[in-house]
């Protein structure tokens, strides 16, 4: 029985391993947009992680507003409820502002109905048992010496469960990724404004 239990692992952690890997090299080809960056980033962490969900905010210049929804939700009525986000600030999206507090760049609540520091009307309306967040920042983008908020990255568990190390390092891979892709995007638009502002 452990032994099966260790190979399960194994196994689990080796596609967590190749959905990433395979991630990389769709980045690398080069033949996406953003958005289409996003997407498959978004789609690979919720497999690689086998969440029920999978979700990134995109947020404006400045990371002070949602600009963009990209989720694997297909359940319309939830769907809608995450793509509401657009144009709403921190202080409207309490999730946000919990990651927003998080010491870490990566926020992981095991049992969201079990932990004291997630409000219960928060609780209850996620409808979620566990959830991994992660703030997508890079060190090229920052506003006064800080990096700025580029967007957010959240998995969503219809249970409660623990996770592993591995997992975590698989969920901040991916989360890096699309870090990478937001800041490259970013620093493009800024290169492009520059070039406009020299030649008028």
């Known amino acids: ?19 990433v890997s395979d991630t990389i090299a769709g980045m690398f ?6 958005h289409g960056t996003i997407e498959m980033i978004v789609q690979a962490a ?18 002070d507003a949602v600009e963009s929804v990209t989720t694997t939700e297909t359940d319309p009525r939830i769907r809608a409820f995450l793509e509401a ?8 999206i309490p999730i946000w502002g919990m990651i927003m507090r998080s010491p870490t760049r990566t926020m992981v609540i095991e049992d969201v109905a079990g932990d004291a520091a997630v409000p219960e009307a928060v609780a209850t309306g996620m409808g ?12 090229s983008v920052r506003r006064d010496g800080a ?4 967007g957010t990255l959240f998995l969503a568990f219809g249970a409660a469960r623990r ?5 975590r390092a698989a969920a901040e891979s991916l989360a890096g990724m699309a870090a990478v892709a937001l800041a490259n995007a970013r620093l493009h638009a800024e290169s492009v404004r520059s070039a406009i502002e020299v030649q008028a």
């Open 1 to 19: 029985r452990f032994a099966d239990l260790a190979g399960l692992a194994i196994a689990n952690a080796e596609a967590r391993e190749r959905v």
């Open 29 to 34: 080809r080069g033949d996406l947009d953003l």
């Open 46 to 63: 919720r497999r690689a992680m086998g969440a029920d969900r999978a979700t990134c905010y995109v947020h404006v210049e400045g990371g």
């Open 85 to 92: 986000a657009r144009g709403r600030r921190e202080d409207e």
């Open 128 to 139: 979620v048992g566990s959830l991994v967040g992660i703030r997508l920042e890079h060190p």
């Open 147 to 150: 990096p700025v908020l580029l």
């Open 163 to 167: 996770f592993s190390s591995r997992e």
